[in-house]
């Protein structure tokens, strides 16, 4: 299937007229910059810039002019203390030369990207890394950032539950039966329309999982083990291969979120399932899904510290998850924001 060719973002906002602050809708064809195309425009424009002998406000301020030319803004007078910085792209910039991402006075936003700009000890930047509030949320490890959204989960008499018997009336046009891919498709691509199953179809191939064991990596390696889930689920839902980027939703490409729940609370992190914003990502046809359209796969299993065995799937849409769901707050960090960024951040 042949892609659309990507619009000139750059030359389109430099002739709208439109400032860094103007609000654009997210999805919008000719102004909103899709994440990964956002990244190769600022590594176009800031790749080997010298930040060298300026002040930390002045390098702040050379950094957000070389922002808006490279992504085709007029360069403000004054940068104004909005959050994010970049309004109308929902983008805030941070220049790292260390691996501990500061973020202050704010939370992390589930509709925010946050370029984050690699720059060397003789103060060059070498690369530009733009991620999304969830994505960045993962890379957390106290748990004071990602535990926003909680639920808590109470199991039925049947092992296998489809809470939601059809999709989001949005989405209802773009879904097939039996939809096959090419063995080229990766699960983390963009949804395209005519290639989703239809969230009974993903309950029906996912429920052959429950019964099924997995080797458990240990006790504190929960991202290892939701990994070894994504591989079977991948497998199941008929792709060729497992990627798995650490983006929400976990398969972009079915607008699937797989949980692994050893216990009965559901982290949720950022993202409220029913919450109507749209998802930053690639359209199905002419929809720009939203996060309630998202199908959440809820797989409950139980461990031995040997193997993990899956004893439950309840699947349904974020528009009907606390219909089925409890929904209580977790805890939300003030103040300042401290997250490691792993080694090899810049190289995924």
């Not at 808006?68 to 030369?97: I, M």
């Not at 359209?293 to 974020?318: P, W």
């Not at 924001?337 to 090899?344: A, T």
């Amino acid at each position: 299937m042949s892609r659309e060719r990507q619009p000139d973002y750059k030359n389109a906002i430099a002739a709208s007229g439109k400032d860094i602050y103007e609000p654009i809708d997210i999805g919008d064809a000719d102004h909103w910059i899709p994440t990964q195309r956002l990244e190769k425009m600022l590594n176009d424009g800031l790749r080997g810039k010298s930040l060298a002998g300026l002040p930390l406000r002045t390098r702040s301020k050379v950094v957000k002019e070389a922002v808006c030319e490279a992504l085709g803004y007029p360069v403000p007078a004054s940068f104004r203390r909005t959050q994010p910085r970049f309004l109308g792209q929902q983008l805030d910039v941070h220049v790292q030369k260390t691996l501990n991402l500061q973020i202050w006075n704010e939370q992390l936003s589930p509709s925010r990207r946050y370029a984050i700009i690699q720059v060397t000890e003789a103060d060059v930047i070498t690369k530009v890394k733009v991620v999304g509030g969830p994505q960045l949320a993962t890379l957390d490890t106290t748990g004071t950032v990602t535990t926003k959204y909680q639920a808590s989960l109470e199991l039925g008499t049947r092992a296998c539950e489809l809470v939601s018997p059809h999709d989001t009336q949005p989405l209802l046009p773009h879904v097939r039966p039996g939809a096959r891919f090419n063995p080229a498709v990766s699960p983390v691509q963009a949804a395209v329309s005519g290639e989703l199953l239809p969230i009974r179809e993903i309950f029906e191939r996912l429920s052959s999982l429950v019964g099924q064991r997995f080797a458990d990596p240990g006790r504190d390696q929960e991202r290892s083990r939701g990994a070894a889930l994504h591989r079977l689920v991948c497998e199941r839902l008929g792709y060729q291969r497992y990627e798995d980027k650490g983006q929400f939703p976990d398969l972009p490409h079915q607008l699937l979120e797989v949980k692994l729940q050893t216990s009965p609370t559901i982290d949720l992190g950022l993202v409220l399932p029913v919450s109507e914003e749209r998802l930053d990502g690639g359209r199905p046809g002419a929809l720009q899904p939203r996060h309630c359209d998202t199908r959440y796969a809820v797989f409950c299993a139980e461990t031995n510290g040997v193997q993990v065995t899956l004893t439950h799937l309840l699947v349904t849409t974020g528009a009907d998850f606390f219909q089925r769901f409890r929904r209580f707050e977790g805890r939300v960090a003030n103040g300042k924001i401290q997250i490691p960024l792993p080694r090899d951040f810049f190289d995924r």
